[in-house]
């Protein structure tokens, strides 16, 4: 279960503009070459995040790290130690971006991440076009049933 933000205490040294927010929630790194792997965000800032992982990722190594909240970002890799690898945005993430990633309606990433692209994956809470026409029906006609219904009371 996803644990809500927090800040998180800088090391001795800290070069960061901004304070790290403590997010501790499921995100999904792509690497060019390889299927997308489910990883931890430890924190987040708008310049960039620790992510934990047991992939291997090299110094200077471009990824995208899909966030919940935020949408898939470009990173490069500056550090890696004991607790994670840390990543620097290609580009700062908009105003509010933190607050939207640590909202408590982001949930944990349950989805199989080795399924295919384009693999046929039920949607849950979508309606069925037959579903959307029948409700667009309903909704012209159930007026005009109801005020001819008046009118034949009336009348």
Avoid at 4 to 9: D, F, G, H, K, L
Avoid at 96 to 121: H, Y
Avoid at 123 to 129: D, E, I, L, N, T
């Amino acid at each position: 279960m996803s644990q809500p933000a927090q800040i998180t205490t800088g090391l001795a040294g800290n070069r960061r503009a901004q304070q790290r927010i403590g997010i501790q929630r499921t995100a999904v790194l792509r690497v060019a070459g390889h299927p997308p792997i489910p990883v931890t965000l430890v924190d987040l800032t708008r310049d960039g995040c620790l992510i934990e992982t047991d992939a291997l990722l090299a110094a200077e190594q471009l990824i995208e790290l899909g966030v919940a909240g935020i949408g898939t970002v470009g990173a490069r890799v500056v550090r890696s130690g004991s607790i994670g690898y840390g990543c620097e945005f290609v580009e700062t993430l908009p105003s509010g971006s933190i607050t939207s990633a640590s909202r408590g309606n982001v949930v944990k990433l349950d989805t199989d991440l080795t399924t295919a692209p384009g693999a046929d994956v039920a949607r849950v809470g979508k309606f069925s076009p037959r579903q959307r026409l029948l409700a667009a029906v309903a909704i012209v006609t159930l007026p005009w049933a109801a005020i001819l219904g008046v009118a034949v009371l009336l009348g």
